[in-house]
């Protein structure tokens, strides 16, 4: 038995204990923890305290509770898959997504009409409730069970300008990047990406664990004169995946001196 004799709530100490077991490796990563007899066995205390101390370290996202098999040790490990976020050209000129052959549609993506937020605003440059087209696609990857909510925002006014997008606002976004080119946008990208904790709806879609933040990442692309044509948004649980940059080097502008 391993007495606790410590200051603080009991159940916060039986965490404790538990904690430093899992953070020494005692209780492995992927490991099923023991039963709640056990452990008032091991610590020296009721029911009601042992579960209090896991419902701690579940919210701490050190354990994941699976119903019906019992707590176990969250993995420590990589992430399963790793999304290159690359833009590649074809010797016809069209576009290449590094992983755009991993993903399939879980379920029928959904076209509907929308309006700017105060954030999509911002990243389009537009105003809020100026209309858009909009897509929402469930992706999954079939080799790792890995899932990602993407969505793709048009405004009307570039449709308007690129038919296509308004008519076809859910095909994949290498063919939406090929119609813009055609229209005459020479495209670059711009990417941000933060971490988040998901919505409750999120964390269902996705299939997360408790206590599992989310990687948000946001594309713009942008035309010519570097206006923002349409927004992507990819989101997808932060334990099941990676980003990877390829970081090349800017040619800095020549100054000129007057003679």
Known sequence: MSEIQRPGALYQQVAAAIREAILSGEFAPESLLPSEAQLMARYGVSRPTVRNAIAALRAEGLIDVRHGKGSFVRSN????????????H?????????????????????????????????????AEEEAMFGCDRLLTDPGTGTRAMHR??????????????????????????????????????TETVRARMPLPDERTTLQLPDATPILHVT????????????????????DRAELAYRITVDKQPVQRTRA
């Open 219 to 238: 594309r713009v692309a942008h035309g010519t004169d570097d206006r923002p044509l349409i927004l992507e948004e990819l989101c997808f649980g932060a």
């Open 77 to 88: 490990g990589q992430p399963v898959l790793t999304l290159d976020r690359r833009i590649s």
């Open 152 to 189: 793709t925002l048009i405004p009307f006014e570039i449709a308007e300008a690129v038919p296509l997008l308004g008519q076809e606002p859910c095909k994949p976004s290498a063919a939406l990047y090929w119609a813009l080119t055609q229209a005459g946008h020479k495209l670059t990208w």
């Open 90 to 126: 074809t010797a016809e000129g069209k576009f290449v997504m590094p992983n755009g052959d991993i993903w399939q549609e879980a379920e029928q993506p959904s076209a509907y009409r929308a309006r700017t937020t105060k954030d999509t605003g911002r990243l389009l440059q537009l």
